[in-house]
């Protein structure tokens, strides 16, 4: 069956840091592109960023780059987003897929940047 399961999510003040997992399971995870989208209250869903089955290409949104770090460990099938300097604008739920279109994705996991 094929799964995501994404957390580390929480309440942060700005300027914090959280670290987000997604475990994989289901797929072939070490071959896969695997992303990070999110979406706000009311919004679309937005790319944050995207990590091929190497880790040797990444690509980031402009708007997370040189906060935010993507990446892997493909023997436990886990994908991971270091989120530093958060920002108000960074509160969002956020998914994790093997597609930059979002689908499939996980549930999610809420993240809230205070100001």
């Known amino acids: 069956e094929f799964r995501m399961v994404e957390s580390g999510g929480g309440l942060v003040q700005t300027a914090g840091s959280l670290r987000l997992s997604c475990a994989a399971s289901?797929?072939?995870?070490?071959?896969?592109?695997m992303t990070w989208l999110r979406q706000a209250a009311g919004q679309g869903l937005e790319w944050v960023a995207t990590?091929?089955?190497?880790?040797?290409?990444?690509f980031y949104n402009d708007s997370v780059k040189g906060r935010f770090t993507i990446s892997r460990d493909n023997a436990k099938a886990t994908l991971y987003l270091q989120m530093n300097s958060l920002k108000p604008e960074d509160t969002a739920v956020y998914y994790c897929?093997?597609?930059?279109?979002?689908?499939?994705r996980g549930q999610g996991t809420q993240v809230t940047v205070s100001s």
């Open positions: 897929s093997t597609s930059r279109g979002g689908s499939p």
């Open positions: 289901g797929f072939t995870f070490s071959a896969a592109y």
């Open positions: 990590i091929s089955p190497s880790g040797g290409d990444i």
